[in-house]
């Protein structure tokens, strides 16, 4: 499956965005396969954001954007969706949409879309 994000932007503090991702292909439900975002500011590592298990609809957010960001997923269209309020500075980065089994298990995406880029200006 290949994975194309959009939706990033500049926005001031404060603001919203929301990114999309969609699969070019239909999502086959299996054990805790899971569509995701990951970030990466500059000259820090990549990380985690938040992750939607396909099966059930759980999801699962970092602690630092937890209660302001919002994942979703509409599964006719093979996307996944994060909606993102209260943004702030440190919310800056390269945004990636990831999918596969060990999202949520072990943080790691097996499918990467490319990046979009979120700046919050203060």
């Known amino acids: 499956v290949q994975l194309q994000a959009s939706g990033g932007g500049l926005v001031q503090a404060g603001g919203s965005l929301r990114l999309s991702c969609g699969a070019s292909?239909?999502?086959?439900?299996?054990?805790?396969?899971?569509m995701g975002w990951f970030r990466q500011a500059p000259g820090k590592e990549r990380e985690f954001v938040a992750a939607?298990?396909?099966?059930?609809?759980?999801?699962y957010y970092s602690d630092s954007v937890k209660g302001r960001f919002t994942i979703s997923r509409d599964n006719a269209k093979n996307m996944v969706f994060l909606q993102m309020n209260s943004l702030n500075p440190e919310d800056t980065g390269l945004y990636y949409c990831?999918?596969?089994?060990?999202?949520?298990?072990?943080?790691?995406?097996?499918?990467w879309g490319q990046g979009t880029q979120v700046t919050v200006s203060s």
């Open positions: 990831a999918a596969g089994r060990r999202i949520i298990t072990d943080r790691i995406g097996d499918t």
């Open positions: 292909r239909r999502i086959v439900i299996a054990l805790n396969y899971a």
């Open positions: 939607v298990k396909w099966s059930n609809d759980s999801t």
